[in-house]
DNA sequence: GTCTATACATTGATAGAC
DNA sequence: GTCTATCAATGTATAGAC
């Protein structure tokens, strides 16, 4: 619903509230910079003003998406306090919480994903230029430690990160797809998400099959 | 790599295996007739003959890869003579192979996830046209039946398929994402893919975490 | 079935007045 | 900083000869 000109916010910041909405809906290329000046109620020439160009104002968009998560996310990671079970789960529960109230990210994400990641690399030196402490061997070495003091089962930290991620990330990517073949209703599928850290935390706690015998 | 005009096949399927990979690589909307018709060595007006437009082509093309993967999966899902770990390990190492062996598949999918899925009601009626038993509900009656035999521990059904599918798909999704934040290689990537199924199969088995007392 | 030629709309981008 | 006016390039799609 492209609402025409609401004189909200200035002009930079509102060119990049509608651009962050097209890009996410159609992607780099199926976005237009026309329908992104209307939406922000400029002319088309302010985005070449305020940005460079149409790739300029993308990396933009998608840098300041990907700071605001990892910002909000990352001290989760490095927390100590709490037990590792908790800290796992609210890593989770994190990024399950975040995709649920920021729609736009997730499109954004997997506009990019689409089509190779080819401006990542631009992107994520932006990122690391905002969110310091963002160093993800420090995660894995957490995770290590955690095994090795017995805490965790033995195993590839990174393999660790990559369940707890794919668990928790990948429904809301493919959303359309399981509504779809699922024969799933929006509501229907809105009631299996509300159940998924649940069911997440139940996995990671018990594995999926009844035990027969113990180690 | 746009390969001119190597003559194998006739020119629909020439069109076919063109258009396929344009789309996988820019999506619909980035896509280009022209580089199709360049690519199969033909004239453009025959994208127009042979299909009625982008759009159909684009359908086409969608519909002909899922038949392919659903055709070839979901017999895994149905077969009942080996034991549900192994029937689940199965489906799991179906999907990885698959994915694995079709980088083309993988970016289509995630393209049309991108846009969210417009055309995948389209899409699913020709796929159900032609892979007769695809029934999903059959699927979650099996594994229900399972949870009552007690082989399965107690839950919902969608979730049990959702961690299998999450488990599986993600890292093929995530891949450019993970490869930049994580500082991976191409080769580094490969070699966590390589050791994937025996993670998932491990966290199947045994959840995450050490385990103290039995119940 | 396949091609040439072209219609027609839309695109990203810029020059220059205010 | 913001706008008008405009450009060259490129987009999808079609008409019509062969």
Redesign the interface.
Known sequence: MPRPADQTGDTRTRIMEAASSHFA??????ARTQAIADEAGVNKAMLYYHFRDKEHLYIEILSNNLIEIFSQIFPTFLQQELP??ER?LRIAAAYHLFLSTHPQLR?L?????????PR??DV?EKVKGSVPGLD?EQVFMGIRSLMDS????Q??P???L??L???T???F???????????LSPPEFEE?MK??PA??A??????????QE??
Request: cysteine-free; proline content about 3%.
């Open positions: 809906e159609r992607g780099f290329d199926g590792v079970r796992l499109a994400i997997l506009q990019e994903l689409a089509v190779g990641g990542l690399g994520l993800i017995g805490e965790l089962r195993g590839d990174r393999q660790v990559l369940h991620l794919s668990l990330i990948f429904p990517f493919a959303r359309p797809l399981l509504e779809t073949i699922w024969g299996v159940d998924r069911a997440v139940d996995l990671l706690d018990q594995g999926l099959f009844t035990r113990v180690r």
